[in-house]
């Protein structure tokens, strides 16, 4: 999963690659690896055909 | 955290006891019922995450039941073997009651139900927790193994995957055996682990001094270190890492007296519990090794002690090399050991220590000036040999500070008072045997 989320303070990422463990959490960098695509708020937009969450969006790649 | 959560980890960590006292039966025969505890502590800890990685390495899924038949055959195994005489010979007499003692042991009790409380009130939290020891943790939970993606993975290069398994392995193991990944009730091991060193100090100074005020003085003062014992340091590995520098302390003192074979035993057990909690645990070994061979003791005993020490780390090391491959720390640049940057390194270095002591040492100058000024007006104790020890791994990690890959001084401000309070525990060993010995008694020896 790539995971777009605001690069400070860092722990956005690390609690979010806490509670998706075991899977691969992967950065905007890698988004190409990544199945699915979550959002955090504002951080990237959204992509067509996203699910709305609260306070983000997800979508399959 | 719903009861059931809680007593599930905490069956958990009684079966570990359990298995580790079991373990430990021919370890201890001269020791008392509290320290006797602690190092059964130490050996279940290493044994439920041993079983753990020896499941995962030949493919066994480690569940619950697995661990479980592992434990209850390590137990009968155990008994299999007779235990070890008890010896209380070379024990110094104990003192008999002392209002001042029963004071300083309330005053530890009471700390650590402090921190107690603090670490199970809500699920763990800390950055180091999410980012490193839970993180992986937690994948080698539900994955069942050691996947090689903890090592290698380029997305998770900020999880410093150069790190020792053994707290990871311990929060996998406990939850397995408890049956859920529940990051609430897995803090408790943190409390449990203070308990254990509180323990360890508290009967170890009771038998080498024979002051139950001593050793009531040293558990307090441990306990009161609240800047070790914060739930920011629950779930991750500065507590595990102050077990096993008391564990490798007192086994290093006893070596100066040769109290009995099993020494070489809990010398084994202290080194890799050291060298499997962190780096700054494999380089306490080393050290209490190096300081062993060139101290004045020139027993036997110590040579071979000294020996495990710097051996135990070594070929721990190297088993995680070959385990897992290269692991590189992003932290330090290994560049400024080049000649052409040795004058950088130098500047570096002397920043570092301009940090340390106009802002760490500024922050806790009542506590550093009290331990300075308690030392030079106590008279010499038997615990003085960790202070080489101490001063050198001081040292190494000003080094290391200065070889820091980012500012050096955001490397001291942001790791500094955390790591160096993990050797807060060891130094009350130190300050505990500068204690007047009580009349009567043969303390210092």
């Known amino acids: 999963m790539a995971l777009l989320v605001p690069p400070r303070p860092d722990v956005y990422r690390y609690q979010a690659v806490y509670f998706l463990a075991p899977r691969r959490v992967l950065d905007l960098e890698r988004i190409s690896e990544a199945q699915f695509v979550a959002i955090y708020g504002g951080a990237g937009g959204s992509a067509p055909g996203a699910e709305t969450l609260p306070n983000g969006s997800l979508s399959r790649r | ?137 937690k994948t080698i939970y539900l994955a069942g193994s050691l996947p090689g993606r903890l090592f290698h993975d380029p997305a998770l290069y900020w999880s410093h995957r150069e790190y020792p398994l053994l707290v990871p392995l311990c929060l996998a193991s406990i939850a397995r055996l408890a049956g859920g990944w529940n990051d609430q009730a897995l803090a408790f091991v943190f409390p449990i682990l203070e308990l254990w060193t509180l323990l360890l100090i508290a009967g170890f100074m009771k038998r080498r001094t024979g002051s139950r005020r001593a050793a009531a003085a040293a558990a307090a003062l441990t306990a009161l270190c609240f800047g070790l014992y914060h739930p920011v340091n629950a779930g991750t590995a500065e507590i595990a890492l102050a077990f096993g520098a008391v564990l490798a302390a007192t086994a290093m003192l006893d070596s100066a007296r040769a109290l009995s074979p099993a020494l070489f035993g809990r010398a084994c057990l202290a080194a890799l519990f050291c060298a499997g909690a ?48 290269p692991a590189t720390s992003r ?74 890959a980012y500012s050096p001084e955001y490397a001291v401000d942001s790791a500094f008072p955390r790591i160096f309070l993990t050797l807060f525990p060891v130094m009350t060993l130190v300050l505990g045997a500068r204690l007047p010995p009580p009349p009567g008694t043969d303390a210092g020896t």
């Open chain 2, 1 to 137: 955290m719903t009861p059931g959560g809680a007593s599930r980890v905490l069956a958990a960590l009684a079966l570990t006891w359990l298995t580790g006292r079991a373990l430990t039966r021919r370890l201890a025969p001269e020791m008392g019922r509290a320290e006797s505890a602690a190092w059964a502590g130490a050996a279940g800890l290493l044994f439920q995450a041993a079983l753990f990685a020896a499941c995962a390495a030949v493919g066994l899924d480690p569940r619950g039941r697995w661990l479980l038949a592992g434990n209850g055959a390590a137990i009968a195994g155990a008994f299999l073997i007779p235990a070890a005489r008890r010896t209380a010979a070379r024990s110094s007499p104990v003192d008999g009651r002392d209002p001042w003692a029963s004071l300083l042991a309330a005053v530890a009790a009471s700390a650590w139900l402090v921190f107690l409380i603090a670490a199970v009130a809500e699920p763990m939290w800390s950055t180091d927790f999410l980012a490193i020891w839970g993180m992986k943790g």
């Open chain 2, 331 to 404: 932290d330090f640049d290994l560049g400024f050991f080049e000649p052409g940057r040795w004058a950088d390194l130098g500047v570096r270095f002397g920043s570092v220590l301009a940090r340390i002591v106009t802002r760490e040492t500024a922050l806790g100058w009542i506590a550093a000036a009290a331990v300075v000024a308690f030392l030079i007006v106590s008279r010499r104790g038997f615990g003085d040999l960790l202070l080489p020890v101490l001063i050198a791994q001081g040292f190494f990690y000003t080094v290391a500070f200065s070889l820091s």
């Open chain 2, 278 to 325: 962190k780096q700054e645990g494999a380089l306490f070994s080393v050290l209490l090794g190096v300081v062993l061979l060139i101290a004045r003791t020139r027993r036997a005993t110590s040579r071979r002690v000294a020996a495990i020490f710097l051996l135990v780390p070594a070929v721990h090391g190297l088993t995680l090399r070959v385990l897992r491959g």
